[in-house]
């Protein structure tokens, strides 16, 4: 079955840091790739998505992600948080071509300015 | 504009109670979700359809029922079998195939069981 870890729980972090945020997976065929971002009080939105491609997406805001296959993972970076950057974070993990997607227990970060 | 509208925003229950939660989207989207989301413990997937007239359970759809009448509505109902109620629940569309799509979200339903 499938399986989304997300090990970082609470981030705190100061404005200009940079970030990283860990996402592995837990399959071993084709998989689609997502992060979400739930701002305070907002729906749940997307924050960028890998398909097939190049492994390195950029997403809105200055985010970004890698996929290294090899090490089932899809981690999100930004050379430089906002205070407006807090908020959580979820990784998601679609199989190719399924009806479901799959949630990690999500990352929530809080920026001081 | 295009979306998904959950209601209610906030819902106090009893124990004891069914409770039915709104889900209506106007994005024209054939797959819909109900999603649970607790401190945590992210979002666990409750039941999803893809088509009108068909629906099924997701990984946690023990005390929950739906229905999916129209295209664009998916209620959710959470009956007094659920041992847990007090959550969370978000409600997501998507054009087809969750693992190939992009979900919009609803807003989300806070329940809580007095």
């Known amino acids: 079955a499938q399986s989304v870890s997300q090990h970082n729980h609470h981030v705190i972090l100061s404005e200009a840091a940079s970030l990283e945020l860990g996402c592995n997976y837990s399959y071993g065929g084709t998989v689609n790739l997502f992060w979400y971002v739930q701002y305070p009080g907002q729906h749940l939105q997307l924050l960028l998505k890998?398909?097939?491609?190049?492994?390195l997406v950029k997403g809105i805001k200055g985010f970004e992600a890698e996929f290294i296959k090899s090490k089932f993972s899809f981690n999100l970076r930004k050379p430089s948080v906002q205070w407006s950057d807090t908020a959580e974070y979820f990784c998601?993990?679609?199989?190719?071509?399924?009806?479901?997607?799959?949630f990690g227990t999500g990352t929530r970060l809080q920026v001081f300015p | 504009d295009g979306g998904i509208t959950q209601s209610p925003k906030y819902l106090f229950r009893k124990e004891g109670q069914n409770v039915t939660l709104s889900c209506e989207q106007n994005l024209n989207h054939d797959a819909m979700y109900w999603y649970r989301q607790d401190p945590g413990q992210g979002l666990r997937l409750i039941y999803y359809?893809?088509?009108?007239?068909?629906?099924q359970k997701g990984d946690i759809a023990e005390g929950y029922s739906v229905s999916r009448e129209k295209k664009e509505s998916f209620p959710l109902t959470v009956t007094s079998a659920q041992k847990n109620p007090t959550a969370f629940y978000l409600c997501?569309?998507?054009?087809?195939?969750?693992?190939?799509?992009?979900?919009?979200f609803g807003a989300g339903s806070r329940l809580t069981v007095l």
């Open positions: 359809s893809q088509i009108v007239n068909d629906f």
């Open positions: 890998y398909f097939s491609g190049d492994p």
């Open positions: 998601a993990v679609g199989a190719y071509n399924t009806d479901k997607l799959i």
């Open positions: 997501a569309s998507s054009p087809f195939l969750a693992g190939a799509n992009v979900l919009t």
